[in-house]
């Protein structure tokens, strides 16, 4: 992309009309691309001088459209790949920590963002390390079971909700249960629960979804518009079925419980499945009980399977190129590691070198700013005591200037080292008994005059 962006920007001058239609994709690129191509603003040859073939405006508007998609596929690759390489370091970390015998977790990096000392003060190395090492594991498994339960109950629900003698549906017998006692915070608990398992297992394939791997979500906000777009569809259009299979599962719908009680709020709106009978009574029956199947596909992997005998590389964990992938990947993660140590032990070497020496050189520049302060208001004090002794002889000199007046012009002494302010102060100084200037009396060489 770079190359095409490069070619159009040498061939169209920059007295060519569609000049600014180059400068807005220009724009579009990253700094250092911008700078090595240039702007192409030093050649002065009229484009009508040299006939050549120039890129129509439809197809500058096609090569914009690619360049704001390369960029932003080359930024989201980016951050997803400092995510990539945050979660690797963290997982080396962890699988060296737990055979420490201080139990005390230690980093091999920094965090570069600074930590708040409210959890900083509480998660210490110590908890730290009980927590990702001792407790983290163990809340998983837990979790993890705990998800298996409900993963088989939806199951089992999904299969039996449509018998309404026996009741055979798990999620039935809980809410008509709760009925009975009249108990409404065990029904909205029961509801909530349900609905949040539900809603977590469907819009879940939703951010793992990819369409030609071109309509998906990416994380830390990577995502571009036509995939939210594409995603937001996708999750009005699995809201209504998801509310409906609740009321399903619940025997809360007529055309399930085959009884005439109170419509909810949904059916009320919506309306009912008994308006399509072939519908209520065959698809929505038995197409539920297609999940078993989907979860027996997901359990063995056949997805996976059947794209790799396609020819489509998938990741499998029994295959020679998922192997060499592993040690690629390895081999990306050390040099990555070794590049970090490399800029730590430089800015430690730096800061070192800082705090060695550079006491002493601020010590010297302050010594040196010490010293032209201290000579500038010696300075300033000689000034100020010569202006003040002027002024105060400024009273004695209207009489001296009028004495001056009617004296001969002296010359001055160039050669003297002192001046004075007063000419009559320093005449007496400067005259000698003889009749001759102390200046002359020095140099000697008017003494025959």
Wanted: charged share 25%.
């Amino acid at each position: 992309m770079s190359k095409e962006v490069r070619k159009v920007n040498e061939s169209i001058k920059y007295n060519h009309p569609l000049r600014k239609c180059v400068d807005t994709i220009l724009k579009k690129c990253p700094t250092e691309y911008q700078e090595k191509m240039g702007r192409n603003m030093d050649d002065y040859e009229d484009f009508d001088e040299k006939h050549n073939t120039y890129p129509s405006e439809k197809s500058l508007v096609k090569l914009h459209k690619q360049v704001i998609y390369s960029v932003q596929r080359h930024r989201r690759t980016q951050v997803q790949w400092r995510i990539l390489l945050e979660q690797a370091f963290y997982l080396e970390d962890v699988a060296k920590n737990e055979t420490s015998a201080t139990r005390q977790f230690v980093h091999t990096f920094q965090s570069p963002e600074p930590e708040n000392k409210f959890i900083q003060y509480f998660y210490n190395p110590t908890v730290e390390w009980y927590w990702e090492c001792l407790l983290r594991p163990w809340f998983y498994r837990i979790l993890a079971v705990v998800l298996s339960v409900f993963s088989v109950i939806v199951v089992w629900s999904e299969c039996t909700f449509f018998s309404t003698t026996p009741v055979l549906s798990l999620f039935a017998v809980f809410i008509q249960l709760a009925e009975k006692t009249y108990n409404y915070i065990y029904i909205e608990i029961a509801c909530f629960l349900s609905i949040f398992f539900l809603s977590i297992c469907v819009y879940s394939t939703v951010f793992r979804i990819r369409v030609f791997n071109y309509y998906y979500l990416a994380s830390h906000h990577q995502t571009d518009a036509y995939s939210l777009l594409f995603s937001g569809m996708l999750f009005c259009r699995l809201t209504p079925p998801l509310c409906l299979n609740f009321l399903g599962l619940t025997h809360m719908d007529s055309s399930i419980s085959h009884q005439n009680t109170q419509p909810t709020a949904y059916t009320s709106i919506m309306g009912s499945m008994k308006v399509l009978s072939f519908i209520a009574d065959g698809f929505y029956i038995y197409y539920p009980m297609l999940v078993v199947i989907l979860c027996i596909a997901t359990y063995f992997s056949l997805g996976t399977r059947c794209l790799n005998l396609l020819g489509f590389q998938q990741f499998m964990g029994d295959n020679d190129m998922t192997s060499d992938l592993v040690d690629e990947g390895k081999e990306l993660i050390r040099r990555e590691k070794r590049k970090r140590q490399r800029q730590e032990e430089g800015e430690n070497r730096r800061r070192e070198w800082k705090e060695r020496y550079g006491h002493s050189r601020e010590d010297s520049t302050r010594n040196r700013n010490i010293h032209v302060d201290s000579k500038e208001s010696s300075i300033s004090d000689l000034s100020t005591t010569r202006s003040a002794s002027k002024y105060t002889r400024a009273n004695n000199r209207t009489e001296r200037d009028r004495i001056e007046l009617l004296q001969d012009v002296e010359p001055l002494d160039f050669n003297a080292e002192t001046f004075t302010d007063d000419p009559l102060e320093s005449k007496s100084e400067r005259y000698q008994p003889g009749g001759r200037y102390l200046s002359m009396s020095q140099t000697g060489i008017f003494d025959d005059v």
